[in-house]
């Protein structure tokens, strides 16, 4: 009898994916935690690690709630692609309305911040996130999972952190 071949794990490899959660409408840290349990349930994909809690000052359209944001790890088999599908998927299963004005009031938001060290820029999906190096809201809760993270094109979280340290969301 001929040699078996050893099996061979045809999945793809797992990798590293961050999303960035934020709420302002109808108790944001029960929305926050209903969107990490939700995370937690993706397919082919395992939830690592959640920040802190953090309170921010809306940015854009300044007159609604003040917002809750934190971000989440994930390792995921998903392509960046099926990720972010998922997340809007999950979104809507959340009760997500797109608000009437750009930057406006919402329910949940969950963004594809970074995916493994890899850039995308397709008509739906920009990773790393366009305006990540902007946002204390997001590079705070980022910061407390991944400080040495590597964002292509802008550097590492903690010194993105550091940038926009003037902003700094209150933790709660």
Known sequence: MAGRLPEVDARPEWTPAYIGLG???DDPPRQIEA???GLAGLPDSLLIGASRRYRSSPVGLEAQPDFI???AALLTRRSAEELHHDLRTLENRL??????????PRRIDLDLLAYGAQSIALPDLVVPHPRLHE?????YPLSDLAPALWIPGRGRV???RAAVAGDAPSPL
Do not use: C, D, I, Q
Request: hydrophobic share 60%; proline share 7%.
């Open 69 to 71: 944001n934190a971000a």
């Open 95 to 104: 009760g997500k309305v797109p608000p009437a004005v750009r930057f406006g």
């Open 23 to 25: 709420s302002n409408l």
């Open 135 to 139: 946002r204390a809201f997001v590079l």
């Open 35 to 37: 969107a990490l349990r």
């Open 158 to 160: 903690a010194a993105l």
